[in-house]
C-alpha cells in the first residue's frame, strides 16, 4: 500500500526550500532515513521517512518551496529492513582487568558494621544530657543489630519529619574531623610493608636529588621538593595496587598527575629502568638530548606523559569531561565497559582555581564513578596556609558533599587509632574539629613538647590521656596520607564505590621530611636547594643506603636489580599490566571522505545566499552520511545550536544524555524537537566554554586514552573561544589534541548588534600564538569545503598533531564558483579570486578575508569603474599561515647567506603584480600586518581596531574604516603616496564618500 510522506510541523518555517533530494524512485529506505533536505535563512534539516519502504515517487524538486504539510513523496511500504546497528570495533583487543574487589551493599565501607557514634561532652544547651544519651544508645543498637544502612534509613526518615515540621536543621554538610573509615572496616594491604617503605624512601631520595642537582648547575632552573615530600604515599600505594596500565588487552587507568610532583614519577621511572641517571640529570635542560620537562607536558614526553596538568585548575576540569567522555564513549557502543577509572591528583591550594570546582557538579550530575579526585591536602599553598583561619579539608568536604559526591577523609594515621578508642567522652574529636589549619600547619613545625602542650594541654584531661606517651611517642602521631594502611583502605573504598564520584581528602605535610629546610614552613614551596646538613637529614630521616660521600656527591641510589626492593617493584606494576605514566596510541587512522562529498559546495549558489556557518552545517550534514565518518564525529554545542542552525542534529543523531529522556519534551511534534539519548551523539554542554572546551579535549585525544580516532568539531561564538579559554587551548597543543574549533558568529563588525564583548576582531591573533593550531578565515562555501576535508586528512588520516581553528560568519551572501586550481592556494592562505584587467596603467593588489573580502571584491569594481584603475582580488584564507611560511622562509635564508635565496607563498603570488597591497579584515590591523614582511611591496592594512559596539553590518564597517568606500579612499591615497596617481583623486574620493578626516582613530572611541 502506498503512503505519502509529507513534510511534518517544521516549527515556524514557511516557504522554505528543497536544496537535496536525497533518495531516487525504486530505493528501498528504512524509517527514519533522510528523504530530503531542507532550508530556511537559519538552518538546514533532514526530513525522515516516517516508515520503511520502497519509493515509488518523488514529488518535489531541488529549489522548490515546502511547508508543513507539503507532499514531498510516495512509498510502498514493505517489510522494514532495519539497518544493522553500526559497531565500531575497538582497534584494541583489552586485556582482563583486574579482579574485581567483593562486592559491597552499596555504601562506600564493607558491610561489617562499626559502632561510630561518639558522646559528646555535655553542653551549655543539653537541658537533659540523659535524654540525650539515650537518642545515642538507641542509634547505636540499631548499628550494631541491624546494620548502617537501616540506621542512616531511620535517621533520614527523623530529618525528613523534623522539615515537615517546620525545625531549622543544622548544616549537616560536613561530618567530623576524623577517618571517613573506621579501622574495623579498613580494606588491609596485601602489600609488603617494608619493601614498599625502603622503596618509597628510594624514590623520595632520587625525586630530592634531581632537583638539588639541576640547581647546582643553575638556580635558574628551579624545581619543586615539597609537594612530592608530601604526596609520596599517595602514589606510591596506587602504584603498588590500583593503577592499572594500558597494554594489548586492556584500555589502562589514566592519571592526572599533580604537575608539581613531576620529580617523583621521574623518579619511579629511573627504578622502573625507563628512565636513565643521565636523564635525571637533564631534569628542567630540554634543550639538548635527554631533558626532562618540569610539569606533565605531552608535546615534550610524547611517550611518558599523557595529560598537562598545569597551569593548577585545569587538570580537574579535564578529568572530569575525560571520565564523562569515556562514559559517552561505553553508551554509544564504541568501546567496552571495562571498569577503568580516572584518578586526578590534586593539592589543597589549587582547589581554589574556578576549574578545579566549577564541574564538580556535572560529574556528580552525570553519575561518573569512574572518577577519583585525591587531594592531598597539605595545608599550604605557595606563600602560606590555604586556610590558616579554618579547614580546607572540612571546607573541601562540604563543598563535594554538597554537590553530591562520595567523600572519604583520611586525616589521622594508625598511630591515633588508640587515642581515638580511647576518647569516650568525645573531647579529642573536639579538640580536632576546633583546631584551625594555622595551629595544625605549626604543630609540625615544631616538635612533641609544643604538640602536647598546644594540641592536647587545651583540656586537662587530654593532656592526661597522653600523659604516658614521651614527647617522641607524640611526635609519632602521624597524618593519614602518610600512612599507607589507611591510604590503601581510602583507595580500595573509592575503587568499590557505585554512582557517584568519589573524592579522597588525605591530609600530609609539604616537605615532609625536609626538617628544618622545609619541612610544613611557609617557604617550603620555593625550596630548590639542600644543603649537605640537609641532604644527610634526609637521608638518614628515610633509611637511604647512602655513604656520606654520596651523600655529599648527590648521588641517586638505584637497589641491584637482584634484589628484593627492583623485583617487588617490578612484579607489582606486572600485575597491574605494565608502566604508568606512558602514553601510546594503537588507534586506526579515519579515512578522509571524497571530494565528492563536497561537490555541492563547489557550485556557485546564484542568489541563494547563505552564511558560511550554514554551508559549515551542511557539510556536517553531508558527513553524518559518510560510514566511515559519522560514528566518529562528535559535535559539541556549548547552548547555541539554534544560533548556528544546528537543532536538525537533535533528531537525527541525538543529544547525549547518560540517563536518556525522562520527560516528553514541549516540542516533541515537531521534526527538531529536542531530542536526548542514553546514545546520543551531540555533547550539548550548556553556557559552560570551559567544560566544552575540555570535552574537545578529551574527544581530540581519544586516539591515544582510548585507542579511538573521533572527531571532535566544537562550534561557539568566536569571542568565547581562545579568549574565553585560552590556557585550555594551549593545553589542547600541548595535549596533541587533534579534531576543529569552529568560531562562529565571527568578525567584529559581522556579528553586528550583540556589542562589544561579543564582536571578535582577534581570535585569530590568539590562535596564531599556538604553534600547533591551524588557522584559517574563509569567505565562501567551496574555501570552507576544501579546508574541512583537508583538516580531516591531515589530522584523522595521516595523523598528524594538529587542530584547526576555523572561523565562520552569520551573513548571508551568495557564493560563487571554486576558480579553477585554488585548492593549493585556498590551503596555503590566499590564492587569485579575480583578476580586474582593464588594461589600466595604474593597478593595486588587494587583499581581503573572510566577509570583507566582499568589500573588497565591491571596492575592485568601483576603483575599475570611477577611477580607471585595474586591481588583483586575493582572497586571503589565512594570514597566520602565510606568517608562518614567510618567517621560515625568512629563517632559512639568513642561516643560508652563501645559498639562493628561497620565496615565501607570499613572495610567489606578489613578485609579478604591480602596485602596491591594500589588505583588510574584520580583525585589527596587526592581523594583516603579519604578512608586511613577506610582501616586498608598499603595504597598507585595515581592520576593526578597538572595541565592537552595536549597529548594523553597514555602520560598524563604515566606523572602522573597513567598508568599500574607505577601502576605495585608502587605496587611492596610498596610489598617490607611491605617485602612481594624482593626490587630488584621493581627496576626491575622501568628500565624495563623506570619511571625516579629522575623527579619532576608531581604537580610541
Not at 166 to 184: A, H, M, Q, S
Not at 276 to 289: I, P
Not at 410 to 438: A, H, P, Q, T
Not at 824 to 830: A, H, N, R, V, Y
Amino acid at each position: 500500500m502506498a503512503q505519502n510522506i509529507s513534510v511534518p510541523d517544521i516549527g515556524d518555517f514557511k516557504d522554505v526550500e528543497v536544496i537535496e533530494i536525497l533518495v531516487k524512485p525504486g530505493d528501498q529506505i528504512n524509517k527514519n532515513d533522510p528523504i530530503v533536505t531542507i532550508e530556511s535563512d537559519k538552518s538546514s534539516v533532514e526530513i525522515p521517512s516516517p516508515s520503511a519502504g520502497q519509493i515509488k515517487d518523488l514529488k518535489v524538486k531541488i529549489g522548490d518551496k515546502v511547508s508543513e504539510g507539503s507532499l514531498l513523496a510516495t512509498i510502498e511500504n514493505g517489510q522494514a529492513t532495519s539497518t544493522p546497528k553500526q559497531e565500531i570495533k575497538k582497534e584494541l583487543v583489552k586485556e582482563e582487568s583486574i579482579p574485581e574487589q567483593p562486592k559491597t551493599n552499596g555504601n562506600i565501607n564493607p558491610v561489617k558494621q562499626v559502632k561510630k557514634v561518639f558522646a559528646e561532652p555535655a553542653s551549655k544547651d543539653d537541658i537533659d544530657p540523659i535524654e540525650t544519651n539515650e537518642w545515642i544508645e538507641s542509634l547505636n543498637s540499631v548499628i550494631e543489630s541491624d546494620g548502617a544502612p537501616r540506621a542512616s534509613y531511620l535517621l533520614n526518615k527523623v530529618i525528613d519529619q523534623a522539615y515537615k515540621s517546620g525545625l531549622v536543621l543544622p548544616d549537616t554538610r560536613t561530618t567530623p574531623y576524623i577517618n571517613t573509615i573506621p579501622p574495623e572496616a579498613e580494606a588491609k594491604s596485601p602489600g609488603d610493608q617494608n619493601i614498599e617503605k625502603k622503596l618509597r624512601a628510594i624514590i623520595r631520595w632520587n625525586a630530592a636529588a634531581m632537583v638539588v642537582k639541576a640547581n647546582k648547575k643553575s638556580s635558574e632552573l628551579g624545581g619543586h621538593i615539597g609537594t612530592f615530600a608530601s604526596a609520596a604515599t599517595l602514589y606510591d600505594v596506587g602504584m603498588n595496587h590500583f593503577w592499572r596500565a594500558k597494554n594489548n588487552k586492556f584500555g589502562g587507568d589514566l592519571i592526572y598527575f599533580q604537575g608539581h610532583s613531576a620529580p617523583g614519577m621521574y623518579a619511579r621511572a629511573f627504578l622502573e629502568g625507563r628512565l636513565s641517571a643521565k636523564q635525571l640529570d637533564g631534569f628542567r635542560q630540554e634543550v639538548g638530548k635527554d631533558g626532562l620537562s618540569s610539569y606533565p607536558h605531552p608535546w615534550l614526553m610524547p611517550d611518558f606523559w599523557q595529560f598537562p596538568t598545569v597551569s593548577m585548575g585545569l587538570g580537574p576540569i579535564m578529568a572530569i569531561y575525560q571520565a564523562r567522555f569515556l562514559k559517552y564513549l561505553i553508551n554509544r557502543g564504541l568501546v567496552k565497559d571495562e571498569g577503568r577509572k580516572i584518578w586526578v591528583f590534586l593539592g589543597d591550594g589549587e582547589m581554589d582555581e574556578p576549574e578545579s570546582m566549577g564541574a564538580i557538579g556535572l560529574a556528580a550530575r552525570e553519575k561518573l564513578d569512574n572518577l577519583i579526585f585525591v587531594i592531598n591536602c597539605n595545608l599550604q599553598r605557595l606563600d602560606g596556609p590555604v586556610r590558616g583561619n579554618g579547614k580546607i579539608i572540612q571546607e573541601l568536604e562540604g563543598s563535594f558533599r554538597g554537590t553530591g559526591w562520595n567523600v572519604i577523609k583520611v586525616i589521622w594515621g594508625s598511630y591515633w587509632d588508640k587515642l581515638l578508642i580511647k576518647d569516650k567522652s568525645g573531647l579529642l574529636v573536639k579538640r580536632m574539629n576546633e583546631c584551625v589549619d594555622g595551629e595544625y600547619q605549626a604543630f609540625k613545625a615544631k616538635d612533641g613538647l609544643y604538640v602536647r602542650e598546644k594540641f592536647f594541654g587545651k583540656y586537662p584531661e587530654l593532656k592526661e590521656m597522653v600523659s604516658t606517651m614521651t614527647d617522641k611517642d607524640i611526635w609519632r602521631l602521624n597524618r593519614g596520607g602518610h600512612d599507607p594502611h589507611k591510604v590503601y583502605a581510602a583507595y580500595h573504598s573509592a575503587m568499590q564505590h557505585k554512582g557517584s564520584p568519589t573524592v579522597i581528602l588525605a591530609k600530609t605535610i609539604k616537605g615532609y621530611g625536609m626538617g628544618k629546610s622545609g619541612e610544613s614552613i611557609n617557604t617550603t614551596h620555593q625550596q630548590k636547594k639542600l644543603d649537605e646538613e640537609d641532604l644527610l637529614y634526609y637521608r638518614d630521616r628515610f633509611g637511604v643506603p647512602l655513604t656520606d660521600k654520596q651523600v655529599k656527591n648527590i648521588e641517586y641510589y638505584k637497589p641491584n636489580e637482584n634484589s628484593e626492593e627492583m623485583k617487588y617493584l617490578k612484579s607489582q606494576r606486572t600485575k597491574l599490566g605494565g608502566f604508568i605514566p606512558e602514553r601510546s596510541s594503537f588507534a586506526k587512522k579515519i579515512k578522509a571522505p571524497p571530494k565528492e562529498i563536497f561537490d555541492n559546495f563547489m557550485k556557485s549558489t546564484g542568489d541563494k545566499e547563505m552564511s558560511t556557518t550554514m554551508a559549515l552545517v551542511r557539510m556536517l550534514t553531508a558527513l553524518l552520511r559518510d560510514k566511515n565518518i559519522s560514528p566518529r564525529l562528535v559535535p559539541i554545542i556549548p547552548d547555541e545550536a539554534r544560533t548556528f542552525g544546528m537543532e536538525g542534529f537533535f533528531q537525527k543523531i541525538g543529544i547525549y544524555a547518560h540517563e536518556g529522556q525522562k520527560y516528553e519534551p514541549v516540542d516533541s511534534e515537531q521534526l527538531s524537537s529536542y531530542r536526548e539519548d542514553k546514545s546520543g551523539q551531540v555533547l550539548e554542554e550548556g553556557i559552560n566554554e570551559s567544560g566544552a572546551m575540555s570535552s574537545w579535549i578529551a574527544a581530540g585525544t581519544s586516539y591515544t586514552n582510548h585507542d579511538l580516532e573521533m572527531i571532535p568539531i566544537y562550534i561557539f561564538y568566536s569571542m568565547f573561544g581562545f579568549q574565553r579559554v585560552g590556557d585550555l587551548a594551549w593545553a589542547a597543543g600541548d595535549s596533541q589534541a587533534r579534531g576543529f574549533l569552529i568560531g562562529a558568529t565571527a568578525g567584529r563588525t559581522t556579528l553586528a548588534g550583540e556589542g562589544l564583548q561579543h564582536q571578535d576582531g582577534h581570535s585569530h591573533l590568539l590562535a596564531s600564538n599556538i604553534p600547533n593550531c591551524i588557522s584559517y578565515d574563509p569567505t565562501f562555501a567551496y574555501e570552507m569545503a576544501v579546508i574541512l576535508r583537508d583538516g580531516l586528512k591531515r589530522m584523522h588520516e595521516k595523523k598528524e598533531n594538529i587542530f584547526y581553528y576555523i572561523t565562520a560568519m552569520n551573513e548571508n551572501y551568495s557564493h560563487p564558483e571554486k576558480p579553477k586550481g585554488s585548492d593549493e592556494g585556498i590551503l596555503k592562505g590566499m590564492y587569485l579570486f579575480k583578476e580586474n584587467n582593464n588594461k589600466n596603467k595604474t593597478k593595486v593588489q588587494l587583499l581581503g578575508s573572510g566577509t570583507i573580502l566582499r568589500e573588497i571584491i565591491s571596492a575592485a569594481e568601483i576603483l575599475s569603474k570611477d577611477y580607471g584603475i585595474d586591481s588583483d582580488v586575493w582572497s586571503v584564507t589565512s594570514f597566520n599561515e602565510l606568517r608562518k611560511d614567510g618567517m621560515e622562509t625568512e629563517r632559512w635564508n639568513l642561516l643560508n647567506p652563501n645559498e639562493k635565496k628561497k620565496k615565501s607563498y607570499v613572495q610567489k603570488c606578489l613578485e609579478k603584480t604591480d602596485g602596491p597591497v591594500i589588505a583588510a579584515s574584520d580583525y585589527t590591523r596587526s592581523f594583516a600586518d603579519q604578512i608586511r614582511p613577506y610582501t616586498e611591496k608598499p603595504f597598507y592594512s585595515l581592520g576593526t581596531d578597538g572595541y565592537g559596539r552595536s549597529d548594523t553590518r553597514k555602520n560598524l564597517r563604515k566606523f572602522f574604516e573597513v567598508d568599500k568606500e574607505h577601502i576605495v579612499a585608502y587605496t587611492l591615497s596610498a596610489l598617490a603616496k607611491e605617485q602612481l596617481v594624482e593626490t587630488k583623486k584621493a581627496e576626491s574620493a575622501i568628500k565624495k564618500f563623506k570619511i571625516d578626516k579629522d575623527r579619532d582613530f576608531p581604537s580610541n572611541l
